[in-house]
Nanobody, 116 residues
């Protein structure tokens, strides 16, 4: 059974930074793309950023210019950093490890709260 564990969330002041981690128990992790999503209370889940197996990265307009994605295939882990955090970044952040529609996995989420 594949397990994904997100970590790194917490309470951060506006203007601060966070690094979220997504660790997967997948033998062939390096062939999977990884996407980050977030869901704020009362809102639908939205896509935030993604990294392909070849390290190509894409970002949503909501975090573009203040975020970064990287992967360490030796550790089966993807990292998402977000700088200059705002109240609007408050949400539960989820990672999805994706190869096909029938071969993708979700983590349990990590809470990010941006507040004074």
């Amino acid at each position: 059974q594949v397990q994904l564990v997100e970590s790194g969330g917490g309470l951060v002041q506006p203007g601060g930074s966070l690094r979220l981690s997504c660790a997967a128990s997948l033998i062939a992790f390096k062939i999977y793309a990884v996407n980050w999503y977030r869901q704020a209370p009362g809102d639908q889940r939205e896509w935030v950023a993604g990294i392909t197996s070849s390290n190509h990265t894409v970002y949503s307009n909501s975090v573009k210019g203040r975020s970064g994605l990287s992967r360490d295939n030796a550790k089966n882990t993807v990292y998402l950093t977000i700088d200059n955090l705002r109240a609007g970044d408050t949400a539960v952040y989820y990672c999805n490890v994706f190869r096909t529609a029938n071969d993708n996995y979700w983590g349990q989420g990590t809470q990010v709260t941006v507040s004074t």
